[in-house]
């Protein structure tokens, strides 16, 4: 995913519009970022974040409520998590509730540790 | 991985053409995929009310209402931007309602520009439109600028042109 985004970024002079956005490590955003398709965030936002496939990708920095259908987190997330599919990656640290349909938590003890999450499984979520 | 960096590089330098440009793009496709990288873009699904700010490039195809600071931003075709832009290089083909600030600044056949521009240089295509007033300065990116991106934003802002 992020290679296809990176070639995206890379060809974003062309005129046709993409389905996929990404934030990279050097932006910041306060504000709310509201859309459906494919964002994967290497830099920092502050507020609200919603879209269909969200990647918050290691380093990335998030401060507010995520909502997507499937999220994967590598970063730090403080604020409340809705998503049908939720899977955190080993260098992911969430602060706050995790509603979900599905939570995948990857990886060793250690990456258990640093994943300290509020978990609530949601059977009607969605 | 870095022999192959440097024959691309070698191969750039002595013929730069297509060729050169493809084989680049498709080191930078196939690099270490954990880096982080510079370019941004806001896709068209998308929506942004509130401030960016940064460096690196950025490239808006969606909607922003809302301030933007980065060191290269292009308003694609399609895109509405509602807010003001300081930016070093700045390309517009889409629609924008607000005050630029920029040094080299291009407005692309598809643009809409409804503000004013302050700029070093400025092109404008044929079938652009632009309704205010536009200003040359040789820092468009002015200390006014610098301060309110130091100021209001977060981390480092555009990377700016040391003053004349």
Known sequence: ?126 | MVFAKAKVDESHSVQVGASAQEAIRRLTRDGDASQPQEASSISSGLSIVGKITGHGALTIFGHVDGEVRASSVVIAKGAQMVGDIVAEELTINGHVKGTLHANRVRLGGTGVVEGDIFHRTLAIEENARFEGMSRRNENAIDMQSLAQANGKGNGTPVSLNPVS
């Open chain 1, 1 to 126: 995913m992020p290679e296809e985004i990176r070639r995206l970024a890379r060809d974003g002079n062309a005129s046709q519009p993409e389905t996929a956005s990404s934030i990279s490590s050097g932006l910041s955003i306060v504000g709310k970022i509201i859309g459906h398709g494919a964002l994967t965030i290497f830099g920092h936002v502050e507020g609200e974040v919603r879209a269909s496939t969200i990647v918050i990708a290691g380093g990335a920095q998030i401060e507010g409520k995520v909502s997507a259908e499937e999220l994967t987190i590598g970063g730090y997330v403080k604020g409340t998590v809705h998503a049908n599919r939720v899977k955190l990656n080993s260098t992911a640290v969430v602060e706050g509730d995790i509603f979900h349909r599905t939570l995948v938590i990857e990886g060793s003890d250690a990456s258990m540790k640093s994943a300290r999450a509020i978990v609530r499984w949601n059977r009607n979520f969605g």
